[in-house]
């Protein structure tokens, strides 16, 4: 190999006697590349001598003050309400106008919230301390009259949800909430968790609230289970 280099180099040297000496130079040392450089091309510019002009720092730091000034104006400082209003399907779909029952059931979803410290978001309730609202027969009865009864003026004593054997109380929530609140939130549960009743409309809340006008909401007669199947109710 190394002789064959060398026998190419001798061989181009006497063709071209100036080229070889330039081209070994070259890659040799910086310093004679430079020099050469200048020898043969005098009248292109040089660089990096000149100092950057001051107004070009002005013009930048400007540039960076008014982009940050127009950010902070319009920026909304980044907040997710703005920028991240929308972030699941759910929440597109919750800010559409809704029907009827529907709004009724988004509305007590968020009502819930005062049962669920109870009967959990979920609706599965606490083992022996708050009976399950999903599945639950006093929930998905046909005819909520009974079921209205509950919240409105509260529930004690031994009762039988899902076979199973409670005895507890639940305060009165009807001097707390609405005629409307309550058909919302009942409506609510009568659907989720995989029940299967249909909405209880306010009307109906204030049909039972009528009916039952000589039972106080503040809590002190709450119903028992048996007064609640005593009563007389259209299927
Ligand atoms: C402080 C706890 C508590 C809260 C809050 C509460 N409950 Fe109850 N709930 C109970 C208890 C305890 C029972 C069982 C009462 C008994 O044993 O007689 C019960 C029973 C029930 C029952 C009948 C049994 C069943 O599981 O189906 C229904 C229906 C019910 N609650 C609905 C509601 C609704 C609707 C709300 C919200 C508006 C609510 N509860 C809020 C504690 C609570």
Same mark, same amino acid.
């Given at each position: 190999?190394?002789?064959?280099?060398?026998?190419?180099?001798?061989?181009? %040297?006497?063709?071209?006697? *100036?080229?070889?000496?330039?081209?070994?130079?070259?890659?040799?040392? %910086?310093? *004679?590349?430079?020099?050469?450089?200048?020898?043969?091309?005098?009248?292109?510019?040089?660089?990096?001598?000149?100092?950057?002009?001051?107004?070009?720092?002005?013009?930048?730091?400007?540039?960076? @003050?008014? #982009?940050?000034?127009?950010?902070?104006?319009?920026?909304?400082?980044?907040?997710?309400?703005?920028?991240?209003?929308?972030? *699941? @399907?759910?929440?597109?779909?919750?800010?559409?106008?809704?029907?009827?029952?529907?709004?009724?059931?988004?509305? #007590?979803?968020?009502? @819930?919230?005062?049962?669920?410290?109870?009967?959990?978001?979920?609706?599965?309730?606490?083992? %022996? +301390?708050?009976?399950?609202?999903?599945?639950?027969?006093?929930?998905?009865?046909?005819?909520?009259?009974?079921?209205?009864?509950?919240?409105?003026?509260?529930?004690?004593?031994?009762?039988?949800?899902?076979? +199973?054997?409670?005895?507890?109380?639940?305060?009165?929530?009807?001097?707390?909430?609405?005629?409307?609140?309550?058909?919302?939130?009942?409506?609510?549960?009568?659907?989720?968790? %995989?029940?299967?009743?249909?909405?209880?409309?306010?009307?109906?809340?204030?049909?039972?609230?009528?009916?039952?006008?000589?039972?106080?909401?503040?809590?002190?007669?709450?119903?028992?289970? *048996?007064?609640?199947?005593?009563?007389?109710?259209? +299927?």
């Amino acid at each position: 190999m190394k002789p064959d280099r060398n026998k190419k180099k001798t061989s181009g %040297g006497p063709a071209n006697p *100036s080229a070889p000496t330039t081209k070994r130079s070259t890659p040799a040392a %910086g310093g *004679s590349k430079r020099g050469s450089r200048g020898n043969s091309e005098d009248s292109e510019p040089t660089a990096g001598s000149e100092p950057v002009p001051v107004w070009l720092f002005v013009l930048m730091a400007l540039m960076l @003050y008014s #982009g940050m000034s127009y950010l902070h104006t319009y920026g909304g400082g980044f907040n997710p309400k703005v920028y991240e209003n929308f972030r *699941s @399907y759910k929440l597109v779909d919750s800010a559409n106008p809704k029907s009827g029952p529907e709004m009724l059931i988004a509305k #007590g979803e968020a009502l @819930y919230m005062v049962c669920a410290a109870c009967h959990q978001v979920n609706g599965m309730g606490v083992a %022996g +301390q708050f009976p399950p609202l999903m599945g639950s027969e006093w929930v998905n009865e046909p005819n909520p009259a009974r079921l209205i009864r509950i919240p409105l003026h509260g529930l004690s004593g031994p009762m039988q949800v899902k076979g +199973q054997d409670w005895n507890s109380s639940m305060a009165a929530l009807g001097s707390a909430l609405s005629a409307e609140d309550i058909a919302a939130i009942l409506s609510y549960i009568r659907q989720a968790w %995989g029940n299967t009743a249909g909405p209880v409309t306010p009307a109906e809340v204030e049909a039972v609230i009528a009916d039952t006008s000589s039972r106080s909401m503040d809590g002190s007669r709450p119903w028992t289970a *048996s007064e609640l199947m005593s009563i007389e109710v259209a +299927q």
